[in-house]
Structure formats: C-alpha cells, structure tokens
T-cell receptor, first 109, second 114 residues
Framework: RKEVEQDPGPFNVPEGATVAFNCTYS??????FFWYRQDCRKEPKLLMS???SGNEDGRFTAQLNRASQYISLLIRDSKLSDSATYLC??????????FGSGTRLSIRP | SAVISQKPSRDICQRGTSLTIQCQVD?????MFWYRQQPGQSLTLIAT?????????ESGFVIDKFPISRPNLTFSTLTVSNMSPEDSSIYLC???????????FGNGTRLTVT
C-alpha cells in the first residue's frame, strides 16, 4: 500500500460545478498536510495547508479526517483556471514528506 | 515565502556527460531537498541536502550518480553524472523551514538526455 494515495482522475467537470477529491494516508502519526497545485510544465505551488478543524480559502475548502486517515479538497464554483493537477502532501515525520501521485482536474466551458 | 532561483531552467545533454543544477534561495532556510519528476508522474525525493555535511539519499539514489553540495544555508547544487536517456526528467529544488512547514519549489530544470 502506498503511503499517500490519490485518485489520479482525470476529473472532467463543467465550469461552475463543485468538485471534491480525497487523499488517503497510511501513517496515523502524520502531523502536517497540504494541497499543492501543479500546472502543466510548471513547479508545484502550495494551494493550502490542511488544519485539523478544516479550513477554507475562498472557493477552496480542505478537511482532515484523522479517524479515517484522509484529507479532502473541495472546489466550489469551479473556473477554467482551476484546471491543473492537485497534489496531496503529507509530512509523516519531521523529515519525511510524501507526495501523492496527483489528481488531474479539467474544467470545461 | 522564500524566492528560489534554479538554473538552468532547461538543458539538452549528451549521454555520458554531467550537468550541475544550482539552487539559490534569497534567505536562509533549514531544509533543502532535491526532487525528480518524470513525465506524467509525481515527485520523487532524491535526497536531503545537508548544510556542511554529506546529503542524505533516498533508496534508489546514490552519491556517485547524484552528488550534492550545500555549502551554506542559501545554496545547493545537484549534479546528474554520467547521464543516460533515463535521466531525462524535471529536477526540482525545494526548501522548508521545519518538518511541519510546507515546501516551496524552484521553477525546475527540464533535462533531456540524447
């Protein structure tokens, strides 16, 4: 079993739709969680950290479920510019940072 | 967040040669890492660059193939040695402050080996 798993997608949704995807992790001692966005041929960029109580940044909502060991990302009112690959990142220990394989999202007009 | 300058941004190299990639940060950072991302895949950690000591390599990566330097808290280099076409990839420098803080990435080096 991979330490961090994501549905690779692609998710293909119409503009304005709400889309959500999950990421599961295997190490119950993991402490820090992040979502990154990566555009084609670009470096990953931090989208948002994921806090225990859940957090929201505009149209984006991140949730952490420790009991089931997953994090989620919800995108409301999706825009064409949201098309990208979304990477789940888990700090399983002080020095071990694990990247998921990414979920491809494509927003169609 | 720190500004990370990575160069070259891309290169085409011949088999058997070596390429050194530089990563310069505009502020002192605790942690520096080197990742590789092959086409259509996620990021794979090559090694942690340790300031003033030998890098810590992940399974499958060795110092002879990927020597790393980190002379201070703002600069690191990764060399891809004796290159083969299988080394064609994007190489990314990343930095972080603590184990619980997010990483930030340089803009990557796109390497093609012919």
């Amino acid at each position: 079993r991979k330490e961090v798993e994501q549905d690779p997608g692609p998710f293909n949704v119409p503009e304005g739709a709400t889309v959500a995807f999950n990421c599961t992790y295997s190490n119950s001692a993991s402490q820090s969680f992040f979502w990154y966005r990566q555009d084609c041929r670009k470096e990953p960029k931090l989208l948002m950290s994921v806090y225990s109580s859940g957090n929201e940044d505009g149209r984006f909502t991140a949730q952490l479920n420790r009991a089931s060991q997953y994090i989620s990302l919800l995108i409301r009112d999706s825009k064409l510019s949201d098309s990208a690959t979304y990477l789940c990142v888990v700090n399983s220990s002080a020095s071990k940072i694990i990247f998921g394989s990414g979920t491809r999202l494509s927003i169609r007009p | 967040s720190a500004v990370i300058s990575q160069k070259p941004s891309r290169d085409i190299c011949q088999r058997g040669t070596s390429l050194t990639i530089q990563c310069q940060v505009d502020s002192q950072v605790t942690m520096m890492f080197w990742y590789r991302q092959q086409p259509g895949q996620s990021l794979t950690l090559i090694a942690t660059a340790n300031q003033g000591s030998e890098a810590t390599y992940e399974s499958g990566f060795v110092i002879d193939k990927f020597p790393i330097s980190r002379p201070n808290l703002t600069f690191s280099t990764l060399t891809v040695s004796n290159m083969s076409p299988e080394d064609s990839s994007i190489y990314l420098c990343s930095v972080g402050d603590t184990g619980s803080s997010p990483l930030h990435f340089g803009n990557g080096t796109r390497l093609t080996v012919t």
